[in-house]
């Protein structure tokens, strides 16, 4: 930090660690101060008679806070910072570059509030940026996921309407164990009441959340991610079982979560999972995988690859 900053940017600067770190020691604020610990409760004392609600608390533990309803000066971003914004907006929303929608809308407001130096830059990325939208995105309903955060934060456990892709519609009361982003599609990561077990859903065909009065302990250790990687292949309408002549090694690396768990099997190995959308297995993930295999189950997956094969074998009849 500099040494010659003002006693008007220290007294800012000693605002912005107490939002940041509450609980800061004297001696914290000292040190990120570059002055003594008296000059650091010095700056406190300023904060006071600005009328900003600063509260300490004594002893080993103590330290300085922002009292409750603090009212903060506006967000001040350095030029790398508001870049760095603007380009994670059409990163994870390619659409957002476009002044219509919530998100784009809260881009342009951010971009206004920004200083002239920086809100040029940051205007002209917005303008001139180009973003290939990502056909397997999906963004779901901002009150959905703030009703799901706010009851896994609250512990408690939630009724979800949920609409799967084949259109089939049901309610489960589940414990929303956490929200999870993965590769622009937004999880629930949650245990269903119903079933029994760990559910994955995607949040985007959560139709309505309700919450309960009854409470929940997630796991201890809970390695969301994780968890979800493990799941995604799992409870889903269509069983699927399919065996490969090949050792679990080397299928392994062309497997992907949500196409189910992949075991050894007799010298090769065996997929088992499920899926809610038989057509998309069959055209768009077996195919992929470059080793001979069998799909014994179910009937709806083998059906879809019988179609996908005889269309594939009807394109190399002569005409």
Not at 126 to 147: N, Y
Not at 168 to 189: D, F, I, K, S, T
Not at 291 to 315: D, H, I, M, N, Q
Request: charge should be positive.
């Amino acid at each position: 930090m500099p040494t010659d900053l003002s006693p008007t940017a220290r007294a800012l600067r000693t605002m912005e660690l107490l939002r940041n770190r509450p609980g800061v020691t004297a001696a914290e604020l000292a040190d990120h101060l570059h002055v003594t610990e008296r000059a650091a409760r010095r700056y406190v004392g300023i904060l006071r008679e600005a009328g900003i609600p600063v509260e300490s608390t004594r002893g080993p533990y103590g330290g300085y806070r922002l009292g409750r309803g603090t009212r903060l000066p506006p967000v001040a971003f350095t030029e790398p910072e508001a870049l760095g914004l603007v380009m994670a907006v059409p990163d994870g929303q390619p659409a957002a570059t476009a002044a219509g929608g919530v998100v784009g809308a809260a881009l342009g407001k951010v971009i206004r509030a920004l200083p002239e130096s920086v809100g040029r830059q940051a205007a002209a990325l917005r303008e001139h940026a180009s973003a290939a939208p990502d056909r397997f995105s999906a963004r779901p309903d901002p009150a959905i996921i703030s009703a799901l955060v706010a009851a896994g934060a609250d512990r408690r456990r939630v009724v979800v309407a949920y609409r799967s892709e084949s259109g089939n519609e049901w309610e489960a009361e589940v414990e929303p164990w956490a929200v999870v982003v993965r590769h622009g599609r937004w999880y629930l990561l949650c245990h269903s009441h119903h079933a029994g077990a760990v559910r994955t859903y995607r949040v985007d065909r959560v139709r309505e959340v309700r919450r309960t009065t009854r409470a929940f302990e997630p796991p201890d250790g809970l390695d969301p991610v994780a968890v979800l990687e493990e799941n995604l292949g799992t409870g889903w309408e269509f069983g699927t079982r399919v065996v490969f002549d090949a050792p679990r090694e080397e299928v392994a690396p062309w497997i992907r979560p949500p196409m189910g768990r992949l075991e050894p099997l007799n010298g090769g190995c065996v997929l088992v999972g499920s899926t809610s959308n038989p057509s998309m297995y069959a055209q768009e993930w077996l195919p992929t995988i470059p080793f001979p295999f069998r799909v014994e189950g179910g009937p709806e997956l083998r059906a879809a690859v019988a179609k996908l094969a005889s269309r594939l074998t009807a394109s190399l009849e002569p005409r």
